[in-house]
C-alpha cells in the first residue's frame, strides 16, 4: 500500500478518530448476538479471513469522482448499503470546522469500512473544496439503531484554503526560484504566504454546502475488521506503520520489520514497515458468518450542512 496512506492527516485532521475501538465494538454489540455460555463470544458457526487492505482500497476505488475546483454542483443525499454520513459545521472569523458522522437505518448492529475525510464544499453551487484530496483509507465504523458513531476528526477550513483563492497562495510560493534563492528571500516569500493566509482567513461571502461521500464496504473485510476490533486492533490502514503500538506489537513476526528511532526532542519512536503479505497472515481470524453481510460496495453522500457568510 503507498506510503501516502500515513498522511491521511494531510488534510489538516486533528483530534480523535471516530472509528470504532475495542471498548465502542463490545458496547454496541446487541444482547443477542452473543452467547453468554462462551463468555460472551458471538455464537454460530464461523469462517477464517484475513483482512487485506488492497483489497478493500481497491474495492473502494472508482466509485465515484469528486467534482473540479470551479464546477458547479449538488448532490442528492444517497445512502450506502443503509449508511448516511452526517456533517456537521460550526462557523467562526477564522472560518469553519468540520465533523462528520455516520448514522445507519438498519436494526441491530451495522458494522462497515468508510473514510470521514472526503468532502466536498460549494460557495454558491460552485465547488471550493480545500485541497484534501487523500488516498482511500478505510476504517471500520458501527452504528446500532439507538447509537450513530461518534462525530469524527476536524477538517480546518479557512478562506485561504479554498481552492478558488489558495491558487492565488500558490502563485506566491510557486512563481519563485527557490533553488537559487538566499536564505533571506526565501524567508520573506513565506512571509508572503503567511500574510496572504492571514488576510484571507475569512470564508468569502456565499452560501456554503458542505457534502461528505465515502465508499461504503461491507461483505467479508468489514466482517473481519469488526472481529480484529474486539481485540483492539483497530486503525487497520496504517497498520503496516503502526504494528508496534497495536495489540501485535509482542509477535515475533514484526520484530524484523520494526526499529527504534531516536526522536529530535531525545525520545524514542518505534517505526515499521511490515509486509502485507506479513500482516495478512497475522490478521486471519475465524469471523462469525453472522458478521458477513453479502452487498456491493457502493457510495453515500450526505445531505447537504447549508450556511451563509454575509
Not at 225 to 253: C, F, H, M, N, V
Request: charged share 20%.
Amino acid at each position: 500500500m503507498n506510503k501516502a496512506l500515513m498522511v491521511v492527516g494531510a488534510v489538516a485532521i486533528a483530534g480523535a478518530s471516530a472509528a470504532v475501538g475495542w471498548y465502542g465494538v463490545k458496547y454496541l454489540f446487541a444482547p443477542d448476538e452473543t452467547d453468554a455460555s462462551a463468555g460472551g463470544e458471538p455464537a454460530g458457526a464461523t469462517v477464517p479471513l484475513t483482512f487485506d487492505l488492497s483489497q478493500v482500497a481497491a474495492e473502494g476505488a472508482d466509485l465515484f469522482t469528486p467534482p473540479a475546483c470551479g464546477e458547479e454542483w449538488t448532490a442528492q443525499a444517497t445512502r450506502g448499503n443503509h449508511v448516511m454520513p452526517v456533517v456537521d459545521v460550526a462557523t467562526d472569523d477564522d472560518g469553519a470546522s468540520v465533523h462528520v458522522a455516520f448514522t445507519s437505518d438498519l436494526e441491530g448492529v451495522t458494522a462497515f469500512l468508510a473514510q470521514e475525510g472526503q468532502v466536498i464544499v460549494t460557495r454558491d453551487d460552485v465547488v471550493v473544496t480545500p485541497d484534501w484530496g487523500t488516498e482511500f483509507a478505510p476504517e471500520l465504523f458501527v452504528t446500532t439503531e439507538d447509537h450513530d458513531t461518534a462525530p469524527g476528526a476536524t477538517l480546518q477550513m479557512s478562506g485561504a484554503s479554498l481552492c478558488d483563492v489558495a491558487g492565488d497562495l500558490d502563485a506566491i510560493l510557486g512563481d519563485f526560484d527557490w533553488e537559487n534563492a538566499t536564505e533571506d528571500e526565501i524567508a520573506a516569500q513565506y512571509e508572503k504566504a503567511a500574510e496572504f493566509e492571514q488576510e484571507n482567513q475569512a470564508l468569502p461571502a456565499g452560501e456554503y454546502k458542505v457534502y461528505a461521500w465515502t465508499p461504503i464496504i461491507v461483505g467479508e473485510q468489514a466482517a473481519v475488521a469488526r472481529k480484529l476490533a474486539e481485540e483492539g486492533i483497530t486503525d487497520l490502514a496504517l497498520l503496516q506503520y503502526t504494528a508496534g503500538y497495536s495489540p501485535l506489537a509482542d509477535d515475533p513476526a514484526i520484530q524484523p520489520y520494526c526499529s527504534e528511532n531516536e526522536t529530535p526532542d531525545g525520545g524514542t519512536e518505534l517505526l515499521c514497515d511490515v509486509p502485507q503479505d506479513v500482516l495478512m497472515e497475522l490478521l486471519e481470524r475465524d469471523v462469525p458468518e453472522s458478521y458477513i453481510v453479502d452487498d456491493e460496495p457502493v457510495v453515500a453522500i450526505s445531505e447537504a450542512f447549508t450556511f451563509t457568510v454575509n
